[in-house]
């Protein structure tokens, strides 16, 4: 069974960085496409980063461009979000998923979360 775990969240000041990490369990994570989504106090969730089986990446919104980096390691068997310049607005609950097909995600891991605050 294909399980995915967050860790790395925290509270930090505005401008600081965090490194999220999505360790999989149960199949190898350069096997599947692995997402990054956000889920802010009061408001849906947000597609913040993916990397494809392939290697491909993809990012949300512009907002997070230039600012988050996704990479993976498969000897780790680790999926990592950098995010540097953090500001409050990407104070959120942030999750890793493994990509079905396409825009399908499961196996959601329970999230970490992050807060950005002076």
């Known amino acids: 069974q294909v399980q995915l775990a967050e860790s790395g969240g925290g509270l930090v000041q505005p401008g600081e960085s965090l490194r999220l990490s999505c360790v999989a369990s149960?199949?190898?994570?350069?096997?599947?496409?692995i997402g990054w989504f956000r889920q802010a106090p009061g408001k849906g969730r947000e597609f913040v980063a993916s990397i494809s089986r392939g290697g491909g990446i993809t990012y949300g919104a512009n907002s997070m461009k230039g600012r988050f980096t996704i990479f993976r390691d498969n000897a780790k068997n680790t999926v990592y979000l950098q995010m540097n310049g953090l500001i409050p607005e990407d104070t959120a609950v942030y999750y890793c998923?493994?990509?079905?097909?396409?825009?399908?995600?499961?196996?959601w891991g329970h999230g970490t979360q992050v807060t950005v605050s002076s």
């Open positions: 149960g199949t190898a994570v350069g096997y599947y496409g």
């Open positions: 998923a493994q990509q079905e097909t396409g825009n399908v995600w499961n196996n």
